[in-house]
Nanobody, 127 residues
Framework: QVQLVESGGGSVQAGGSLRLSCVVSGNKFRRYYMAWFRQAPGKAREGVAGISPVGGSTSYADSVKGRFTISQDNTKNTLYLQMNSLRPEDTANYYC????????????????????WGQGTQVTVSS
């Protein structure tokens, strides 16, 4: 397992942008499949975006495609989520997560497959 610390959440008006960061402890960052999840009040946690450690292949939930971009900087052990054109329905607590086992074409948004989680950062989008 690794330790994950998110930052960058806040309040923004609809149409605005935010960039979330997740710093990963340890020196095994490049071995983990990383993802962002979110959970809105009264709703189940859902996968937002994922990125593979080899080749940087990305996956997105349909609701955020074309608006959000996941990326990582291996030199800084940091995962990012650039969120543009934010909508009120994007309001949620956002979590980064890491899993040590992964394979191409896997179902990346299964939260029970992730070994490590951050504490979350709140994103609030007002209309």
């Amino acid at each position: 397992q690794v330790q994950l610390v998110e930052s960058g959440g806040g309040s923004v008006q609809a149409g605005g942008s935010l960039r979330l960061s997740c710093v990963v402890s340890g020196n095994k960052f490049r071995r983990y499949y990383m993802a962002w999840f979110r959970q809105a009040p009264g709703k189940a946690r859902e996968g937002v975006a994922g990125i593979s450690p080899v080749g940087g292949s990305t996956s997105y939930a349909d609701s955020v495609k074309g608006r959000f971009t996941i990326s990582q900087d291996n030199t800084k052990n940091t995962l990012y989520l650039q969120m543009n054109s934010l909508r009120p329905e994007d309001t949620a607590n956002y979590y980064c997560a890491a899993r040590g086992t992964w394979f191409p074409d896997m179902a990346w948004a299964l939260e029970y497959e992730y070994d490590s989680w951050g504490q979350g950062t709140q994103v609030t989008v007002s209309s």
